[in-house]
Structure formats: C-alpha cells, structure tokens
C-alpha cells in the first residue's frame, strides 16, 4: 500500500485526443496524487470531459497515455476501482432511483446496505421511490452521483456534478466529496463555477485543450498577484495569449 | 461472461419495459390488430373451390413478419435511448460485459417473445378461426426464434451503429428488404435469380419457407429452424464484437 501511494493515482503523459478534426486535448501531462480533492476547472468547451473520458477509458485518444492507479485507463481491472458521473445524468429515467441503484448496486458487486448509505449520502431517500422522469434535474444528477458511489470506488471522476444546485446542497455535496478524500479515495471534480476552487487541494485549469495551471489555490494567487479564481485565469490566459503572438512576430 | 450480471440486466430492460403502456401494448396487443385487419380485408374475396382461403394462408406468413418488425423497432429505440441518455457510456465504464449486456438483452426480449408467440398463436385460432394444416408447437418455435432475431438484429445494428442518427436508419435499412423480398408477398422461387440469391441472405426467408412447409403438412422443418440459429448465434456474437468501449 505505501509504496503504492508513492506514485500517482492519476498519470497523464504528452495526452492528445482529436474530435471530429479538432484537437481538442493538446499533449497535456499531469500527475494527481492518491487521496487528493482535485478541481478541474475551465470554460465550457476547454476539454475537461474529453479529459475525463479519458481517464475512465471512454475515450479514443491520438497520442500519449493515461495511466490510473499503475493500469492502463480503461483497464478491465480499473472498471468496479474508478467511477465516473458523466456531465448529464446517466439513468434510466423510467425506473425510479432505488430500481437504478439496484441495478448499478448488482454490477458493482454491492448490497442493499450500501444502496441505503449512498441514498443517504446524496439525501435522496424520501423520493428513492419515484420515477427519475419525474425529478428536477438537481435530485437527478444526484441519483446519478449515487451510482458512481457505490462500491466506494477509489477514483471518482465526476464531471460537473454540482451544476444547478442550490448553494445548501452544493456545500453538502462537497463535503461529502471532502469526507470521501479522507477515507482515502482520489477525487476529480470539473466544474465552470470558479469559486467552487476554495474547496479543492489542488486545481487543474484548463483552456483551449492546454493546462493554464496545475497547483493549490493560494500558490496559483500569489503567481498571479491576483484575489480571485476568476483573476487570475484571467491573468494566465492574457500570458499565454501575448506570448504566443509574440511568437508569431 | 458473468450470468448474474446478464439477469440483472435483463431484469433491468423488462421493469422498464413494463413501465412503458405503450411498448407493451405495441408487441403485445398490434399484431392481433394486424392480424384481424388482415383477416377483415380477405372477407369479400371469393375463394377458388379447392383453395385455402386467403387468410389461412397469408395469416401465418405475416405471423413471422410482424413478431420480427416489432421486436427490431424496440429493441433498437431501446437501446438508442440507452445511448443518448449517457447510461451506455456508465454501463462500459463499468464492471459489466459487452457479452453480459448484449445477452442480458436478448434474454429479456426473447421472454417477452415467448408470451408474445403464446398470444399471436391463441388469439389467431381461437378468435380468428385459423386453418393452419401443420404443428401448431412448430409454428411457435419459428415464430418466438423470428421475434429473438428481431431482437438481436435490432442489437447488432446498435452495436454496429457510431451515432445516433446512424442507429435510427438502421432500421429501415435492415427491415424493408426482408419485407419485400423474403417470401412474403411472392415465393422465393418466383422471383428473378438475382433477387432469390439475395433472398438466401435474409433470415426472414428461413422463417417463412418455415412455415410454409408446416402450412402444406410437412413438419420437416429442422433446417430453416438450424438456420434462424445460426443467423442469431451470428448477430448476437456481432452485436458484442462492434460494441465499443472507447468512442471518438
Ligand atoms: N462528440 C464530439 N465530436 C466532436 N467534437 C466534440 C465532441 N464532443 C465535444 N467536442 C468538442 O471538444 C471540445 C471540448 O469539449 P468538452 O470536452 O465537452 O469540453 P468541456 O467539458 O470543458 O465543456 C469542444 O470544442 C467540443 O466542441
Ligand atoms: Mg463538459
């Protein structure tokens, strides 16, 4: 276990990945680092869900590798370690969250006693009986979200899950991700609300395919000599931008 | 391949088919619509001395059609909605088997096959008066295989598809042949040799030379039942071979 925890949970090398005709993840390599809360942040459209498609093998990629926990991403051995909460609610809408959790609670390999805890980690259980059709859409990415815990993965990847929450729930939901770093599980959370940072270890920032920035929150504003998240992107986009046309010249 | 993973599944596909009215009223309840419309629109036509009356005779071709249309059209909107909704992309990043998810499928679509065989063939004798001169119990076995064909054609044609569009005109593209050239409207050896060679390709046309056979008294029908095997031990291994984990 301890020598394991030596080397990342998370490896990135020279990563490209092609949508279409557009590169749209440019030879990004990043290590994250076993029991770690880290936030992934950037405008919509910067690449954060072809990242994460990536790490849980979901992604065809055109170059470099992506390593998790020692294996290949992807990795028939990695599918019950690493679980993935897609940007929209991925469930079945016509059964309600308890027949979803019943299901995805089979394929994890898990019982009725983890369904009950996930239900109440993601505070669903007065309406696990209803159809999903029939929630609004936070109550469903919540269901959602409690699919990937099941089985208590050690890598969690969840790709936006706070969006359209209220600001109660939002912080419930990060302190649950905050407790589940503490029991030992390796988080990676996107979002494109800049102030959700506060709560993360470490942030990735991301734009255009590229990483502005991979560090913790105090040293990324001092870098910057900037107050806020949203500064100092701002200031790291600005740099790259001058450079690159002062490349160009 | 993992059994329980494969019934949960498949459990998994008919709670949620059972929650949709619709579905259910549409395999179960529209080809005794169908079949008593046809029966309906034969009952001016004077039959020649000597001959079946129209609808004994097309009645059970058209038992091997319907099951096959039905059962293709919702098992592939079945799995494009397990598509679009991301549940795919969840379920191949889980644990569970491209092998495990194909056959959970077409276990959970050849039980509903097997009540919706049970119906076509009770209601069809019992309320529509059909002469049928072969094995009833043979007519049940190609008519549940012909709807699990059905099934696996819709799955393989989901598997092969990258999107959805594509996904949506398969199905066109893989019914309509069957329908026109596979026996149903004109005997294969009727037609052109080209066509009847093309015919051979097709898996209805082993289903309704089928029950063609049984219709004129002889129950030998092992080899167009072997073939329906072998067309959906076929599609099944296609439909988890194309499957992918990894898209663009
Ligand atoms: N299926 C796809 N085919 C082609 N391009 C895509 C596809 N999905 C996303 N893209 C493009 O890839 C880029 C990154 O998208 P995405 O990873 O979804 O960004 P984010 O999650 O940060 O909003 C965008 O420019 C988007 O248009
Ligand atoms: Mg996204």
Known sequence: MAAKRQEPAIAIRDLRVIRGSRKVIQDISINISHGSLVGLLGPSGSGKTTLMRAIVGAQIIAGGSVTVLGKTAGSPELRSDVGYVTQSPSVYADLTAHENLQYFAQ??????????SVLKTVDLHDIADRPVMNLSGGQRSRVSLAAALLGTPEVLILDEPTVGLDPVLRKDLWDVFRSLVKGGATLLVSSHVMDEAQRCDRLIMMREGEILAHSTLPALLKKTKTKDVEGAFLALATTVDTSRSEEKR | MTPSLMAATARRVLQQIRRDRRT??????????????????????PVPPGADPTFDSFGPRLMALLPMLLMFVVTSVTTLRERISGTLERLMASPLRKADLVLGYALAFGLIAIVQAGLILAFSLSVLNLNFAGNMWLLGVIIVLDAILGTVLGLAASSLARTEFQAVQMMPAVILPQVLIAGLFLPRDAMPAVLEWVSALLPLSYAIDGINSLAAGDNNVWSEVGVLIAFIVGALVLAVVTLRRRTA
């Open chain 1, 107 to 116: 394929l994890a390999g898990v019982g009725n006693a983890e369904i009950k």
């Open chain 2, 24 to 45: 259910v009223a549409l395999l179960m309840v529209m080809p005794l619509v169908i079949l008593s419309l046809l029966k309906f629109m034969f009952t001016d036509i």
